[in-house]
């Protein structure tokens, strides 16, 4: 193994080695190579995290709503302007191309402009004269200090889809990324400092399971945002709430692209390419599944592969569409699929494996991969594969198409590809997904409504960022007041009611 750099936690201010022996590799998956180590968190490290987190907050949770604001203006500001310079972490580290990086900042830059704007979203609700000479009014207060724990596929985005809200209102914040490609994590913690955020209002402690572990259960911890695999958000949703603390935690998906008949057959081509093999399928709203609905199927595909054959898969520093994926076990099991799918009677329509690929000869590289004619018992189709792989289920009929997409346990996103409003209509109401799209194949929502699916897609009531993203990182205190004078007096032992 190459690579001896040690990536240190952020813990008050400041870079932190943390009192653990373990770390783990950060590979360059275009090279193949370990580029550099990140330390492992211990329970200690993240209680040291947690405590910084807390004497932070009495401070500023206390701090002038101004003085916050200008805090977020400046990083905004200066993550505006260095945003190349987070792209090429991003693609050194995650293998994304370095377009899809920056895309992946300015959604990112989105929320910290919606956070910008916390005074507004927080100024509360005033009724004079409620009852007679009694004011009531609810306020917005921050919770204290909440963790964030983050997945690999958007180590700069999913950060940001909290951080900047839970600051702006007044929170302090433990992150815990993922260990995969941490590095953007702490960069992020060097950038809010010199834009003068206090020591230990963000805080990061890299690692794995034991660091998470001890964040959800740490008492002094109020509430966890989660984004990863539905298996571990639903492990941190039941011991985080039996620990007593708010949880959002978005999980898994499997992504429907339903197109009909009267669909413009060539850009439903392009945007199941673009939405299927984008960061080599490695985001919560790839399409992954597209329903041909007859007799659409054969023209699709038809198209679909000539668009396909042009794609170059390569380093993501250079002139490719499409980067590596993220761990070479990854590439492995996702290439494993294919064999599943021809074993379970579908057809590899292209398969990506032995590419040749525009970078080193070690990168972490498959292909784009499309398999028709996928049964729905097969794993091609019930497992969330999470790489460059998309698969085609025909169906007879628009009703049929919206029943396979109700019978998945997932709702994170779908799309609907027609020329026909009365059925796009009647595809977002008909259909049980958080997330819909209509001509859209990847419908994430602007920072200002709110991100997140339903069912095994996320577990908890409040979405990310966004209306709910506020909500989340505020608890409402509603006060009842009046200013005595003696017209107040004497005895009653009724329950108070308004006149
Ligand atoms: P993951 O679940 O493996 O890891 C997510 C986080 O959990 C990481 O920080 C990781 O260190 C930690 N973790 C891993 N195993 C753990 C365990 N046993 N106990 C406690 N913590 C653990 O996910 P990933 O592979 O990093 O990311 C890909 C997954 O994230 C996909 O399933 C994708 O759909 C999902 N995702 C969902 C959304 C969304 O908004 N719904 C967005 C992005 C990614």
């Known amino acids: 193994m190459t690579g001896t750099e040690m990536l240190d936690h952020w813990i008050d201010g400041g870079p932190d080695a943390g009192s653990g022996t373990r770390s783990g590799p950060v590979y360059d998956p275009a090279k193949g190579i370990v580029a550099k180590q990140v330390r492992f968190g211990t329970a200690g490290d993240v209680d040291r995290a947690v405590q910084a987190a807390a004497k932070a907050f009495t401070s500023w949770g206390n701090a002038s709503i101004a003085k916050r604001q200008q805090v977020l203006f400046a990083f905004r500001e200066l993550l505006n302007a260095r945003r190349s310079e987070l792209a090429e972490i991003l693609t050194a580290e995650h293998g994304k191309v370095l377009s899809d990086a920056a895309g992946e ?19 509360g609700t005033y009724s004079l004269n409620a009852s007679t000479d009694v004011d009531v009014y609810t306020v917005k207060e921050p919770l204290g200090v909440v963790g964030i724990i983050s997945p690999f596929n958007f180590p700069a985005m999913v950060p940001l889809w909290f951080f900047p809200i839970a600051i702006a209102a007044g929170n302090t914040v433990v992150l815990k990324p993922s260990e995969k490609d941490p590095t953007s994590a702490s960069w992020m913690a060097g950038l809010l400092k010199e834009a003068g955020l206090p020591d230990g209002v963000f805080n990061v402690v890299h690692g794995d399971k034991e660091a998470v572990d001890a964040l959800l259960e740490h008492p002094e911890v109020s509430a966890i945002s989660f984004v990863g695999s539905t298996p571990i958000a639903r492990h941190v949703y039941e011991t985080a709430t039996r620990a007593g603390k708010r949880v959002q935690a978005l999980g898994g998906a499997k992504n429907h692209m339903l197109v009909l008949p009267d669909a413009d057959l060539d850009l439903a081509a392009d945007a199941a390419v673009n939405a299927g093999f984008g960061s080599a399928g490695e985001r919560c709203m790839a399409i992954s599944v597209l329903v041909a609905v007859d007799p659409v199927g054969d023209d699709l595909i038809g198209k679909i592969t000539e668009r396909m054959a042009t794609l170059r898969t390569g380093d993501g520093r250079g002139e490719a569409d499409m980067g590596p994926l993220i761990t070479r076990e990854h590439r492995d099991k996702v290439a494993g699929y294919l064999d599943v799918a021809s074993k379970d009677g579908a057809t590899v329509v292209v398969d990506g494996r032995g590419v040749r690929a525009d970078g080193e000869a070690d990168g972490f590289w498959l292909g784009p991969c499309l398999v028709d004619n996928v049964p729905t018992s097969s794993t091609v189709y019930t497992d969330e594969i999470f790489g460059p792989v998309l698969s085609v289920v025909r169906v007879g009929s628009y009703a049929e198409g919206v029943e396979l997409i109700n019978s998945v346990p997932y709702g994170n996103g779908t799309a609907i590809f027609t020329n ?48 709910h993203g506020v909500e989340f990182f505020t608890r409402d205190k509603t006060i009842t007041s009046r200013w005595l004078d003696p017209s107040h007096g004497g005895l009653n032992l009724g329950f108070p009611q308004n006149d």
């Not at 900042?105 to 979203?121: D, K, N, S, T, Y």
């Open 420 to 467: 026909d409003g009365g059925a796009a209509r009647r595809f977002q109401r008909d259909v049980e997904v958080g997330m819909v799209g209509v001509n859209v194949p990847i419908p994430v929502p602007v920072a200002y409504h709110s991100f997140g699916g339903w069912k095994a897609s996320m577990f908890g009531d409040a979405k990310a960022y966004g209306p």
């Open 105 to 123: 900042i300015a959604r990112g830059l989105e929320v910290v402009e919606f956070a910008c704007g916390m005074p507004h979203l927080t100024k």
